[in-house]
């Protein structure tokens, strides 16, 4: 089975693409497709905006295909920065959303939070969605090199190391992305196998 990933985001791409190794899925990139759109995201929820990146795809090329919103929710921020997170401080500026987050937070006693990833799959023109979700607390300083995005200052449950120390193998099996991806795959092997 070929899908087309509505992202433009090269990182996003190479950590589905490691979840799926062992699965029968090709995953096609927009570029592989001959899309250099940057979609919009403007909507309210991460659901809907996974799913505006999936229509744009099915309507424009009428390939099969998934899109996903992720985003960090803080509970002493209101939940800030929500679907804002990948342009928290800027436009897509890692470290100045990672210093924003930190500033932010100083002074506060709960750093607790989770990662949500809203993941919209179209198959022939039906659309289904996905979850997942890592619960976890900020880290009081970034800590670690791989990975992106808030990984340096991600801890999740269960651990005393950020997702950049943790190292990609098991960021990707506990993470929210990894976790919607599985349930996705879980999904399209019972339904669509053979």
Known sequence: MKLVFATNNRHKVSEVQAILKNIDIEILTLSDIGCDVDI???ADTFEENALQKARYIYTHYGMNCFGDDTGLQVWALDGEP????ARYAGDHDNEANMQKLLKNL???EDRS???KTAMALIIDGKEY???GIVNGRIAMQKSGVQGFG???VFIPEGYDN???ELGMDIKNSISHRG???RNMVDFLEKEYAG
């Not at 929500?82 to 997170?85: I, L």
């Open 113 to 115: 939070c989770r990662f």
């Open 179 to 181: 976790r919607a991806i």
């Open 150 to 152: 808030y990984d340096p």
């Open 82 to 85: 929500g679907v804002h997170t």
């Open 129 to 131: 969605m996905f979850e």
């Open 106 to 108: 100083e002074g506060k």
């Open 162 to 164: 950020t997702f950049s």
């Open 40 to 42: 919009p995201e403007d």
